[in-house]
Nanobody
Framework: QVQLVESGGGLVQAGGSLRLSCAASGPTFSSYTMGWFRQAPGKERESVAAISRSGSSTYYADSAKGRFTISRDNAKNTVYLQMNSLKPEDTAVYYC?????????????????WGQGTQVTVSS
C-alpha cells in the first residue's frame, strides 16, 4: 500500500506564491505518474497538473499553465507543486495522486492512490 501525504497548504494573498509537497511512503515512487488535483466547494474535482515517472514530461490544465510548476524528486519520494501569481479562484483542497503510467495521461479514475488533501485559501 502506498501512502501519500500532502503539506504546504495555507492562507496566502492574491498574487502570492505557495509550494505544495506530497511525500510517498513506498519504495517504488519512480514507477508512478504523479498528479495534482483540486476541489473547490460545490464543484467537481479537477486535474491541475501531472508529471511522468522521470519528470521529463508534464501536463498542466489551462487554468494552471504559466503560473504553476510541477516537479518531482524521486530520491526523496516527493512531488511538488509550485504555485505563483495565485488568484482567489485557486482556493480549493489540493490532492496528490499516483497512477500506473500508460500511453497517455491518466484520467482521474486511473489514479490508484490519493492523499488526504491540503487546504489552499487565496484571499483578495
Amino acid at each position: 500500500q502506498v501512502q501519500l501525504v500532502e503539506s504546504g497548504g495555507g492562507l496566502v494573498q492574491a498574487g502570492g506564491s505557495l509550494r505544495l509537497s506530497c511525500a510517498a511512503s513506498g519504495p517504488t515512487f519512480s514507477s508512478y505518474t504523479m498528479g495534482w488535483f483540486r476541489q473547490a466547494p460545490g464543484k467537481e474535482r479537477e486535474s491541475v497538473a501531472a508529471i511522468s515517472r522521470s519528470g521529463s514530461s508534464t501536463y498542466y490544465a489551462d487554468s494552471a499553465k504559466g503560473r504553476f510548476t510541477i516537479s518531482r524528486d524521486n530520491a526523496k519520494n516527493t512531488v511538488y507543486l509550485q504555485m505563483n501569481s495565485l488568484k482567489p479562484e485557486d482556493t480549493a483542497v489540493y490532492y496528490c495522486a499516483a497512477a500506473a503510467p500508460g500511453r497517455s495521461w491518466p484520467s482521474q479514475w486511473e489514479y490508484a492512490y490519493w492523499g488526504q488533501g491540503t487546504q489552499v485559501t487565496v484571499s483578495s
